[in-house]
């Protein structure tokens, strides 16, 4: 397995301090790229979770991106490996 960029990680650390996951938007506001994230999810180190939210009387279908296993234990062995270069996946 390629190692992580530093955006990747902080995509997958952004995603493994929230139980729920994050949407889009909020992924966007810190800074991470769609494409990116597409290719976190084709590297199967993240995934999208369809959800339908109630909000007064309209119904919202909103995607959440979580973090998978393969991308915790990614993002571990790049916590252990933090002082050798990141040359990566995941980064264009």
């Not at 979770?49 to 119904?59: N, R």
């Amino acid at each position: 397995m390629r190692r992580l960029s530093s955006k990747a990680h902080k995509a997958l650390t952004l995603l493994a301090s929230s139980p729920s996951g994050a949407d889009e938007p909020l992924m966007i506001a810190h800074g991470f790229k769609r494409g990116m994230l597409d290719r976190l999810v084709f590297a199967g180190l993240a995934t999208i979770v369809d959800e339908t939210m109630q909000t007064g009387t309209s119904t919202i279908e909103i995607e959440r991106y979580r973090i998978t296993d393969d991308g915790r234990r990614a993002r571990s062995k790049s916590d252990a490996r933090s002082d050798s270069p990141c040359s990566l996946i995941l980064t264009r």
